[in-house]
């Protein structure tokens, strides 16, 4: 008797045996995905924090100067009082300047309070930081580009120069004879000097960071009396035709623009010629892209020091 031999199930077909699932690698979590209007606002929030920080730095600026205004006012009134009283009033009683030479002299007078104050007040401050002081220091930590931080200095400058030249208007007004200044000007003069408050600035950005604090002194005296005197605010540029190599200097200086832009706008039709008020315009905006663009690497090397 034969009987059929059954094999034992073993393996995956053994009894009391469970299939187990595969292991299967974890799925990685789902990222949360930045969508684009998340960037921009990260962007925009950044941008504004800068903008605050360099208002809030300029703004305390200006509020020290408000504060500081009688040492500042005596700062930027003397020289150019004193140039308006010798030139236009003394030499004028004594018969030494023609009629109407006063007309002249105001407004370059005050496009020169406008460029020498922005230039000083934004080159010695620069100067001195940057080596004794360390002040600039501060500024830099700010959370704002290191170019803001030049752009600041700038703006301050010029706000001072724009503040110095319109209080020297009345005084020339009330100290001068034969003057007039037309009140339907006052927003295009505004304007003017405003830009010159600006090309002055970056002129003095970039004495201030070429120029070491030891030497500043010297760099003023052998450049702010050329300025002064190759600006063409003590005479029109067109009366220069018969001493060409002047002329031709007076041109180089960005001051010269600003005196003239004045003039054309003051000065009644009949008048001395002026240059066209558009090519002022457009020599002080190169002024100020050119001694800014130089200023600000300027700045950034002192900066980096």
């Not at 009082?81 to 236009?88: A, C, D, N, S, W």
């Not at 005197?229 to 002329?247: D, E, V």
Request: aromatic share 10%; proline share 8%.
């Amino acid at each position: 008797m034969t009987t059929a031999a059954k094999s034992a199930p073993t393996g995956d077909n053994a009894p009391g045996t469970r299939e187990l699932p595969a292991l299967e690698a974890p799925k990685p979590e789902p990222q949360p995905q930045s969508s684009g209007r998340t960037g921009r606002g990260g962007r925009h929030r950044r941008r504004a924090t800068r903008w605050r920080t360099f208002y809030f730095i300029l703004w305390r600026d200006i509020f020290v100067t408000g504060r500081e205004i009688a040492p500042f006012l005596g700062q930027v009134l003397v020289e150019p009082f004193f140039i308006l009283f010798v030139f236009g009033k003394v030499l004028g009683n004594l018969g030494y300047t023609t009629p109407g030479f006063e007309q002249v002299l105001l407004p370059g007078v005050v496009a020169l309070n406008s460029f020498l104050v922005s230039l000083q007040n934004t080159a010695l401050p620069l100067a001195i930081d940057f080596s004794y002081t360390k002040e600039i220091e501060d500024r830099l930590l700010a959370p704002i580009p290191v170019v803001l931080v030049a752009i600041e200095k700038v703006l301050f400058g010029a706000i001072r120069g724009l503040i110095g030249s319109l209080v020297m208007i009345p005084i020339g007004l009330a100290l001068l004879d034969h003057v007039s200044w037309p009140l339907h000007t006052l927003p295009a003069t505004l304007g003017i000097l405003t830009l010159g408050g600006l090309v002055g600035g970056t002129v003095g950005l970039t004495l201030g960071t070429l120029a070491p604090a030891r030497h500043i002194s010297i760099v003023f005296a052998m450049t702010l009396t050329p300025i002064m005197f190759t600006g063409a605010t003590q005479f029109p540029w067109a009366s220069l035709s018969h001493i060409r190599w002047f002329q031709i200097l007076c041109t180089l200086n960005p001051l010269t623009y600003v005196s003239e832009a004045m003039r054309g706008l003051l000065l009644p039709s009949g008048g001395p010629h002026s240059i066209p008020l558009p090519i002022c315009i457009g020599a002080i905006a190169a002024g100020c892209v050119v001694y800014g663009f130089i200023g600000i690497r300027g700045f950034h090397r002192r900066a980096q020091d």
